[in-house]
T-cell receptor, first 128, second 107 residues
Framework: QITLKESGPMVVKPTQTLTLTCTFS??????????VAWIRQPPGKALEWLAL???????RYSPSVKTRVTITKDTSKNQVVLTMTSMDPVDTGTYYC????????????????????WGQGTGITVSS | EIVLTQSPDFQSVTPKEKVTITCRAS??????LHWYQQKPDQSPKLLIK???QSISGVPSRFSGSGSGTDFTLTINGLEAEDAATYFC?????????FGQGTKVEIK
């Protein structure tokens, strides 16, 4: 059974750096075709993808946060860490980590899969 | 960036009715469109992947169709437990994007 759980501070001040940890079980990030994504949801708004890390340590970032976000993995600890710098009140919301599995590669060689299991989410408030 | 537009934004439905939610992509994404259900204070749950592939454990009343730019989630015979917000999500190209959500209320 795959489970993921996010942890981190509930409140951060503007301009500070946010560090979130995703601790997971039921899969290994050294297994081919496996990935972990970070996705957030501002209060009452739609979901927004932030970053993705694959089993081979390749990483992808949303252009909207690319200059501020870093995603890393510690395979031995079954953890993925997201750091986001220069936090602003607009970054307030629920942050989720989620499991992703590459089901196939399309004709362009682009990996195709669905985010299938989500963590419970952690609420982050950016306020002074 | 591919924009996903869902319709309607809100739907109030009587139990046992059929519910249809559409998701339109700003450009073709093949079948790389997935549907999620999110209940208040819960994380999203995958209902349908790759437009029409069913997910183990999800009731058979949920089905999906479409390809290219137009997709549909259908709930055949709405039940009270289906009150939730439904999101579509595309993984066809980066950045991944999500629809704005459709809230389904039970009358």
């Amino acid at each position: 059974q795959i489970t993921l759980k996010e942890s981190g501070p509930m409140v951060v001040k503007p301009t500070q750096t946010l560090t979130l940890t995703c601790t997971f079980s039921g899969f290994s990030l050294s297994t081919s075709r496996v990935g972990v994504a970070w996705i957030r949801q501002p209060p009452g708004k739609a979901l927004e993808w932030l970053a993705l890390i694959y089993w081979d340590n390749s990483k992808r970032y949303s252009p909207s946060v690319k200059t501020r976000v870093t995603i890393t993995k510690d395979t031995s600890k079954n953890q993925v860490v997201l750091t986001m710098t220069s936090m602003d009140p607009v970054d307030t919301g629920t942050y989720y980590c989620a499991h992703f599995f590459i089901q196939y590669y399309d004709s362009s060689g682009y990996p195709q899969g669905a985010v299938d299991i989500w963590g419970q989410g952690t609420g982050i408030t950016v306020s002074s | 960036e591919i924009v996903l537009t869902q319709s309607p934004d809100f739907q109030s439905v009587t139990p046992k009715e059929k519910v249809t939610i559409t998701c339109r992509a700003s450009q073709s994404i093949g079948s790389s469109l997935h549907w999620y259900q999110q209940k208040p204070d819960q994380s999203p749950k995958l209902l349908i992947k790759f437009a029409s592939q069913s997910i183990s454990g999800v009731p058979s009343r949920f089905s999906g169709s479409g390809s290219g730019t137009d997709f549909t989630l259908t709930i055949n015979g709405l039940e009270a437990e289906d009150a939730a917000t439904y999101f579509c999500h595309q993984s066809g190209s980066l950045p991944w994007t999500f629809g704005q959500g459709t809230k389904v209320e039970i009358k």
